[in-house]
């Protein structure tokens, strides 16, 4: 039995059984290697992984802190890492299983000096083919930082050793070279090392068994990484490693990316070719908590003081401003742009409690409005349904905890919740807003989009949330056919909210289809209403969106602003993202309001407040 895979064997059960603490991913990653190891789909090789590690702690030192010239000793799950990556072959051949690895940790846990080394042993192993390793960044400087820990280990072994190794690193080139000769002085192989930043002079024509790219949360879209991968064709063993830690932009490329892994772990997807290992928190809103910041950070107590990241996490409660960078940076999760109004956390905790499907939903008695925002000609159009589900019997015990805490002091009960009901019998019910979307665009239009600016239209097509058109615009009956399809699943659709811009034909088909019309205008004062109506159930925890992507993408591109007056104004954080699902929801609930208020009151409520 080897040392280090029954180290490995050791770490990965104490993970499955719960004897050490992990998050989510972190536990379905050490159940697919066991799962894998028991199948007998893949030939295992005990001997690379630990030909590696023997390379990298014998070769590799610490070259800064208080470790500085000491051997580079892995931890535990540094060498799960690297059994996962070298260990399974195809069977009946020495072709490696994984050709791609996405590693997501948080900072400080050692990921730059790891990685670093195991470049270098990957590097070494490679040699005979003529290794030729990339080490990939937004910008060179953070390219640099692993490039140097290989430089300094690669000039003392030259000096230990006598090799010669032919360094540059100046303001032209950032490289590392060797040839490796035999007795004979025949030429059998070589390694090169080079650190580049990530752009498209630079990346252009690579050609590579062995790519870094770091930090690719900093990545503008998936045009600065799927490249890599056709640098590597004409490789056979290879791998692309791509490690990160989260940022604040909530549709980066990076995000999606880890949106995708996560569903290779829950086995949603199938990837075979592809590892991952992600620590992160499960529960960021316990984010002042020892557990959440153990199974965020894979060194925790050992690069990781766990005194210091409780401090930091203190300082994240009292100041909001870094909270942000302690979730990013501390826990690894994932938070929208500063500027962006909702808090996801919320939105998604919101959508979370629920798991209705569209026929759950079809059997609630609810009344349904339409929502539709046409774009011009090329663009996303949008539509929605929105409705209120109210829960009698929970209405009930609301109530009925309400007169138990102000103890039938109506006054009381008013003053605390800023209302003027009479008694507790006029107490509204608080229902559950859900708002199904859908969404319809050219398909020239998403491949274009979809590279420039990473919005996942693919994905949100095969997820049946979108339509694409197979004209150069937006045919419109498409979106009269999509109303037309919910009404007759059995929608008891009241009327159809909608912009009157552009929506001369659409208004037409609609109605010669028997759908009642209502023009919403889109001023931001008769929009405020919805916009809050939205927040107040998304703060509520009764806001439901039926898991989408597509509207989740959107809700979290919103930016919004106050005037005097506390009207509402929201455009999206940038030019290049989109908010239709979003604006298309306000417009739908708006006309439910509407239709609400002249249900109650009649038309006296819509004089005052529309």
Known sequence: MYENYQRVLDYTTAIVTGKKLACVELTQ??????DDIVSGAYDFDYKTPEKVIRIIETTFVHVKGVKKNKSFLLEDWQKFIIYNLLGFLYKGTDKRRYQEAFIFIPRKNGKTPFVSSLAWALSLLEYKVGSNLYIVAAVLRQALESFRIIKKNVERLARLDDEEFRIQDNNNQHSIEKSFF?????????????????????????????????????????QQYFPFKQAMKAYYNKLLLAITTAGDDYNSFCNNRLDYCQRVLKREIIDE??????????????????????????NYGVTIDPQEILAESLQAQNDPISRNTFLNKGLNIFTNSISAYFDMFKVEASDNKYSWTLDDILKLPIKWTGGADLSIMHDLTAACL????????????????QRELFGNDIALYNQANSTEYKSFDG??????????????????TA???????????FDWLDKCTLTMCNDNIVDYELVVAWFIKMREMGFDIENVGFDKYQARDFVASMESHKFKMSNIDQSHWKKT??????ERKVLSGKFYFLHSDAFKYCISNVKAAEDTHKMITFEKVKQDRKIDYFDVTVIACKQWIINKEKGQKGRKLEKWFN
């Open 29 to 34: 990653c050490c159940q697919r290697f066991l």
């Open 182 to 222: 035999d007795d004979s002085n025949n030429e059998i192989g070589s390694i090169y090392i080079q650190a580049i930043a990530n752009d498209s002079n630079n990346t252009d024509g690579l050609n590579a068994n062995l790519i870094i790219a770091d930090e690719i949360h900093q990545m503008k879209n998936s």
């Open 273 to 298: 070719t592809y590892f991952i290992f992600i620590c992160k928190a499960d529960n960021p809103e316990e984010y002042t908590s020892p557990i959440e910041h153990e199974k965020a950070n894979p």
């Open 386 to 401: 929105y409705g209120e589900y109210v829960d009698i019997e929970e209405h009930e015990r609301y109530k009925a905890e």
């Open 427 to 444: 107490i509204q019910p608080k229902g559950v807003g859900i708002t199904i979307t859908h969404g319809f665009i050219p398909v020239t």
């Open 447 to 457: 491949k274009e989009k979809a590279d420039e600016c990473s919005i996942p239209y």
């Open 529 to 534: 209403e919805a916009f809050r109506e939205i």
